[in-house]
């Protein structure tokens, strides 16, 4: 039994979540309860039952951590002493192990959960660990209607499944980002290149999810022998070009992960 789920932290992956489930009709909103500091508008609207009261908390069968790594031994002080004994945590705060987590929680069975805020539109990915299997099966439970799911086998992998994906999506709005302005640097107004950059990258985006081939097959199909695309992607794939670039970039994403982890 997955329900009541009591949401901890109803902010962008907490809120991503509601919003990805009512979406897709996964849970019923009665069944949601939400712990947040400043509940809004849309979310007391929305029929989820925002502040429970003691006996509701009691009532919960899992528990979203989705709290600031930072912010998380508060927010499971406040309602530790609460909960069910058989409740399980799934958390998503970044670099906080399963092992810190479930302490927080008095032992409580635990899943970690990397996931990324697309999971508001039901198209979202996370990357799940549990050594436990019922902690993992209820983190199946919560992404599985929300996100395409990978299991990791080890918890040292989340590492990279955030730098791989967690915070992956940041990397495509810079890249995008950064079209739009050589776009404007070649000449075209700023309206002109940002409709044109996302559209084409939404487009390529769709294109790949769609047809289900190899991203190098689909940059082939774009770029003819001699042509303007190999011109360009013989700066972008150049020995100084994106593969170091990237490898760099996740590298740092990692760092960062170990240290919060630390
Ligand atoms: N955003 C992403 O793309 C992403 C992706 C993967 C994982 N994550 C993980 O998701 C977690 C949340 O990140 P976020 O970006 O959603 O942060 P966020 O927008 O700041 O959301 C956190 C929410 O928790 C609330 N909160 C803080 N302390 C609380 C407490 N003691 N009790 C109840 N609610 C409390 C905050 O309220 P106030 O703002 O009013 O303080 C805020 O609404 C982090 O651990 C992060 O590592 C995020």
Redesign the pocket.
């Known amino acids: 039994m997955t329900t009541p789920i009591l949401i ?8 991503a979540m509601l919003d990805g489930w009512r979406k897709t009709n996964a849970f019923a909103p009665t069944d949601l309860l939400v ?4 509940p809004g508008e849309a979310l007391l609207a929305s029929g989820v039952r925002v502040a429970p009261d003691d006996a509701q908390i009691g009532s919960a069968k899992t528990v979203l951590l ?4 930072q ?2 031994r ?2 499971a002080k ?1 309602i530790e002493s609460k909960l069910a004994a058989d409740a399980v945590i799934v958390s ?3 670099g906080v192990k399963t092992q810190a987590i479930s302490q927080g929680f008095g032992g409580r069975r635990t899943a970690r959960a ?4 697309a999971c508001a539109i039901a198209r979202g990915t996370a990357s799940l660990f549990a050594a436990d299997a019922e902690a993992l099966a209820r983190a199946h439970a919560l992404f599985d209607p929300v996100a395409t799911v990978v299991e990791l086998s080890s918890e040292d992998e989340m590492h990279a499944a955030t730098g791989v994906s ?1 915070s992956a ?1 940041a990397y495509l709005y810079a890249f995008i980002e950064a079209l739009e302005a050589a776009g404007v640097t070649a000449g075209l107004t700023p309206a002109q290149a940002s409709k044109l950059a996302r559209s084409t990258i939404t487009g390529a985006a769709a294109l790949l999810a769609e047809t289900g081939g190899e991203p190098a097959d689909l940059r082939r199909q774009v770029a003819s022998p001699g042509g303007t695309t190999e011109a360009a992607l013989n700066v972008l794939l150049s020995h100084n070009g994106l593969p170091p670039l990237m490898r760099e970039t996740v590298a740092q994403c990692i760092r960062r992960s170990k240290e919060l982890a630390a």
């Open positions: 901890l932290g109803a902010g962008r992956m907490g809120g712990i947040t500091r400043h989705a709290v600031k790594p912010a998380w508060d927010a406040s998503v705060a970044a990397m996931p990324t805020t967690g999506p």
